[in-house]
């Protein structure tokens, strides 16, 4: 008995002492064939629109005689929500050396649905050719897309034809459909006036209306704000910005070199003030200003550009700051308070 326990003790000793084998290189070890195209995770998720779809084809096989030489895929894309790249050098398809080495590329095409496989998307075409591959497993392209509309972008395997060194067909495991979100990227914040409560005031005014301008290397858009003083641009492009914020009577505020990145769908740029008092538009609030209040004092009625928020755009009396459609010693005294401050101010509450 006590033999027989040794020899347990023994055997499993020895067990212990080898490393454990991983299914791949075991699979390889024995011999047992398999080949699979699978596509990779997407680079970014979720996909802005006009940011970029990043992914690879992978192809993977093991003992695979006299081993795969040639591939020809159809990839299906939906033309709702991405589209090709824009940008100048990139292909919807990047054929790279992981897979095959230096590949000799017989066709890279974009078709229409009426051409692919199934007829219902179009479709990148791609055959590939390249040294015999026994056991590899490597990038043998990388699709690039852009994304277009909002939705579920999905893409999908349509067809693949896999052959090894002597001309005949390979059995393989084919990728399933892949789906990304393309989602619109929102950049926003609030801009409010000194002078003016949350909702309208008894002139009609109220936080709407001051304009919000994104400049992007002397690329323009712009937005109202609405009674909040809320604002939001839907889908800025990529890049480094100034935004402004401004209204008559007020000094400008500005939030300079914000990136817009390709990842992030909510931007946020916090809230800001602007300041009263600059009523001639110089970025100064002087004895000019308070000059201009000094005659127009009294004046009852005046025009106030926010008192509809829903169009805007309308006259505005700029002597009167606050928007009370009177000219009175609220508008002075916003006034002499911010005396001798320049624009534009910094974005800060």
């Known amino acids: 008995m006590k033999m027989y326990r040794w020899i347990a003790i023994i055997v499993l000793g020895l067990s212990l002492g080898f490393p454990v084998m991983t299914a791949s290189a075991a699979m390889q070890q024995e011999g047992v064939r398999s080949v699979a195209i699978t596509l ?10 006009d940011g970029d779809v990043t992914f690879d084809l992978i192809f993977t096989v093991a003992n695979i005689e006299p081993g795969v030489a040639g ?7 939906d033309p709702a929500f991405v589209g090709l790249p824009t940008t100048p050098g990139v292909a919807p398809a990047e054929v790279l050396p992981n897979f095959f080495g230096t590949s000799n590329v017989s066709i890279n095409e974009v078709l229409p649905a009426a051409q692919c496989p199934g007829g219902v998307s179009p479709c990148i075409h791609l055959v590939l050719a390249g040294s015999p591959q026994i056991t590899q497993t490597g990038i043998a392209a990388r699709f690039h897309f852009r994304g277009i509309g909002q939705g579920s972008a999905c893409f999908t395997v349509l067809e693949s034809n896999l052959v090894d060194a002597d001309g ?9 459909q892949q789906c990304v979100d393309v989602v619109y990227r929102i950049t926003k914040g609030i801009t409010s006036r000194q002078g003016l409560a949350d909702s309208a005031n008894p002139g009609g005014g109220s936080q709407g209306c001051s304009v919000v301008t994104a400049n992007r290397a002397g690329v323009f858009d712009w937005v109202y704000t609405d009674i909040q003083g809320e604002f939001s641009f839907a889908n800025l492009a ?10 008559p009577g007020y000094l400008d505020a500005e939030k300079v070199d914000v990136s817009i990145p390709g990842n992030l769908p909510v931007i946020d740029l916090g809230t800001t003030q602007l300041r009263g008092g600059d009523v001639n538009g110089d970025k100064a609030i002087n004895i000019l200003d308070i000059g201009k209040i000094v005659s127009m004092f009294g004046q ?9 928020p829903t ?8 002597t009167d700051i606050n928007d009370d459609g009177n000219v009175n010693i609220s508008d002075l ?15 800060q509450p």
């Open 168 to 176: 005949f067909s390979v059995d393989h495991t084919s990728a399933p």
């Open 71 to 77: 591939a020809e895929i159809y990839l299906g894309y």
């Open 333 to 347: 005294a916003i006034t002499a308070g911010n005396w001798g401050r320049t624009g534009p101010t910094a974005w």
């Open 300 to 308: 009852a009625d005046v025009a106030v550009g926010s008192a509809d």
């Open 40 to 49: 990779s995770p997407f680079s970014v998720t979720p996909v802005m629109i």
């Open 238 to 247: 990529i890049g480094t910005y100034t935004f402004t914020g401004s209204y």
């Open 311 to 318: 169009s805007c755009g309308g006259r505005d009396e700029a």
